[in-house]
């Protein structure tokens, strides 16, 4: 897409909110008002973008938002939904918002319980790796070697991030997708995609948090990218939890993860031997996700 | 009328079904489970009208609720004890978010250890969420109580919890009237309150406020609370032209010139109405309506009966302080002139509430002097 043909009317998010510059959650409600809107109805879980959407009764998104408390959005998400449709709004798509708290660890149960339902909205989890609205606290989406602030320094995040896209194919739900900021045409796509299916429906959004990852707010884009290029954060999709297929390939070679490290203060503690064993994690999970990608390929 | 030989947990879900929800979504636990499965049983046969949603959780029961009733439907829910405890951020926020949701408590022990026997102490720990508690002591108050529960928080906006005892009404088969769908849905209507999330209409629900914000909130959310009386006495006289039954928020059985009163609510207040011809001199308060806590009515029947003593059967225990309800009845008598002597019986656990054991209990006094706090176990 051009740049020019880029139609910021589309959008329900306004200026005026609450997030920081550099802000990965917020561009991705941006891109997904442009992909799910108008009428769409959103339920934000405590998050950042409890925050971000601002005080009432002043609002930054032009829909109607329902704040929820933090293990329960998955459960909310489905009480909305069938309310809505009992009282026949039929054609309102509701969307969940949450972190990667939300989602990844306090959320984990309701969102289970909804997946396996197959629940007919669309889940968002908003990844910043860290409890980034309490001040950087580790969560099970907090990368192995990062810093945070119950994991301080000379201490770091010790443990794998928690897959939660191989959970979500467990669920055998209608959808999964990865997307990040840097690849928005992609997620787009993604989520005109998930409009069209019906039943529960998952995004996984790396959203890089400048204040967070200790990173420049005009890094955000270029990080998100080198997420993807170095293979740390491989975009995807997942039909019915079998069929696993890339959207995107890494141009020529892939970027060393240390590129993408090395621009986060969050990692700094980290040696090149640590990193090393990273990068090897990095390729080996690169290689399970082509071997799956190449089974689906051969079912079909 | 149509008699049915039923439980109070088939008479609560009876009522849902004759109400006419949108949906249910619910969780089982011992002993609420009948509730649940009758409901469950209702949609298998075509007859609930709403959805019937199996969720997770008692946390998830509730949130789900919640995010249906934002639509504006009108849904219901069940729980007991550890269910109930579970649920308790998500009572503060149905009730904060003034959704009119309603749910039955079925009373049972919190562990450990585990326990079935009917302690109060669940729903009592719920106390200052902002919902209204009624207590029923049969199967047939269950039946009516969740139909005006409807109205009720539809009515005021406020969440509603109908208690009753596990097994002692739970489990108990008794004859109720069940009225036809057709007239109880007539009787109730459609839900009347307000969607708060409506398809394109922009507004930002339950965010970030001030503590300022926050306070004229729950003024007007106490102020509502307190005009639940008087909504409960205008819906019950019409439950009574159309039914021909209705209830008190705290009831008084007082012979002439007895000075002395046990109050209780639930199953054990039928008990003690039971055994009151055998009691002498000696007096029954049921109190139903928990929150909000009918304290004027209260001081008026002290007043009236001019009452030296109440004897209060709590099946619960705040460690540390007491039987809740004995708590509740001193505060609210507190500063009348010449007030009675509020004894607490404490029976947590959950125990049997026996006729011995009310004897005991009102010859207890005068002669042993005036103890404020006696223990089942001891009598």
């Not at chain 1, 959203?207 to 967070?212: A, L, T, V």
């Not at chain 1, 170095?230 to 070679?253: A, H, Q």
């Not at chain 2, 009675?340 to 125990?351: K, R, S």
Request: aromatic letters at 8%; charged letters at 20%; glycine letters at 8%.
């Amino acid at each position: 897409m051009k740049i020019e043909e880029y139609n910021r009317e589309s959008e329900i998010l306004n200026s005026g909110h609450n997030a920081c510059p550099g802000c990965g959650a917020a561009l991705t409600v941006r891109y997904l008002s442009r992909a799910l809107g108008p009428n769409l109805a959103m339920v934000i879980t405590a998050s950042c973008w409890s925050i971000i959407v601002g005080v009432p009764p002043l609002t930054a998104l032009k829909c109607p938002v329902l704040h929820c408390p933090f293990p329960s959005a998955g459960s909310v998400g489905g009480g909305l939904r069938r309310g809505l449709t009992a009282k026949g709004h039929h054609d309102t798509t509701v969307v969940v918002l949450a972190g990667d708290g939300g989602t990844f660890d306090i959320g984990l149960q309701a969102l289970s319980g909804a997946a396996q339902r197959n629940e007919d909205y669309i889940f968002i989890c908003y990844d910043n790796e860290a409890y980034m609205n309490t001040g950087m606290q580790t969560s099970s989406a907090t990368p192995f070697g990062a810093r945070t602030n119950t994991a301080p320094y000379p201490l770091f995040k010790q443990g794998q991030k928690k897959d939660i896209m191989q959970i979500m194919a467990a669920h055998s739900i209608p959808y999964a997708a990865t997307a990040t900021v840097a690849f928005p045409e992609d997620m787009e796509h993604k989520l005109r995609k998930a409009k069209e299916i019906s039943g529960f429906r998952f995004m996984h959004v790396l959203s890089p948090c400048p204040p967070g990852w200790g990173t420049e707010s005009a890094d955000t884009i270029n990080l998100s990218r080198l997420a993807v290029n170095s293979n740390s954060f491989p975009l995807y999709e997942i039909i019915d939890g079998v069929n696993w297929r890339m959207t995107y390939f890494p141009e020529k070679k892939r970027t060393p993860l240390k590129e993408y490290l090395d621009r986060q203060r969050r990692f700094r503690q980290v040696d090149d031997s640590i990193i090393d064993s990273l990068q090897e994690e990095v390729d080996h999970d690169w290689q399970k996700l082509m071997e799956r990608v190449k089974h689906s390929l051969e079912e079909k | 009328m149509t008699f049915e030989l039923i439980s109070g947990s088939q008479a609560a879900a009876m009522a849902v079904q004759r109400v006419g929800v949108d949906m249910v979504a619910a969780y089982p636990i011992t002993p609420q489970t009948a509730i649940v499965e009758t409901l469950a049983n209702f949609e298998a046969r075509g007859m609930l009208g709403g959805e019937f949603v199996s969720v997770e959780s008692e946390y998830a029961a509730l949130s789900y609720c919640n995010g249906a009733a934002a639509a504006g439907a009108r849904v219901f829910t069940a729980t007991s004890s550890h269910g109930l405890a579970y649920m308790h951020e998500m009572t503060h926020w149905c009730s904060g978010a003034r959704f009119p949701i309603v749910m039955v408590n079925v009373n049972r022990t919190l562990g450990p250890p585990w326990c079935l026997d009917p302690d109060q102490g669940d729903s009592l720990s719920q106390r200052d969420t902002g919902w209204m508690q009624i207590y029923c002591s049969n199967a047939q108050e269950a039946f009516d109580t969740v139909v005006q529960a409807f109205m009720l928080s539809e009515e005021l906006l406020l969440p509603s919890l109908i208690v009753f005892d596990g097994f002692y009404i739970s489990h108990t088969y008794e004859p109720v009237d069940v009225p036809e769908k057709e007239l109880v849905q007539q009787f109730v209507g459609s839900p009347g309150f307000q969607a708060q999330v409506k398809p394109n209409f922009t507004a930002n629900l339950h965010g970030l406020s001030t503590g300022e914000t926050q306070m004229g909130l729950v003024k007007s959310r106490q102020e509502d609370m307190l005009r639940a009386p008087a909504v409960f006495e205008k819906i019950n006289e019409r439950y009574f032209e159309t039914f021909g039954r209705s209830y008190e928020t705290i009831k008084a059985s007082i012979p002439s010139g007895a000075k002395t009163a046990i109050l209780a609510a639930g199953s054990t207040a039928e008990t003690v109405e039971w055994f009151l011809p055998e009691l002498k001199d000696t007096g029954l308060i049921q109190l139903r309506m928990f929150r909000p806590f009918p304290a004027g009515l209260l001081a008026g029947i002290v007043r009236e009966h001019e009452l030296e003593r109440i004897v209060v059967i709590d099946r619960n225990c705040s460690p540390g302080i007491g039987g809740i309800f004995a708590q509740e009845v001193k505060a609210a008598l507190y500063g009348i002139s010449r007030p009675p002597v509020v004894q607490d019986l404490i029976m947590a656990g959950g125990v049997d509430v026996t006729r011995e054991l009310l004897e005991k209990i009102v010859q207890a006094y005068p002669e042993e002097g005036l103890v404020d706090q006696k223990w089942g176990v001891e009598l």
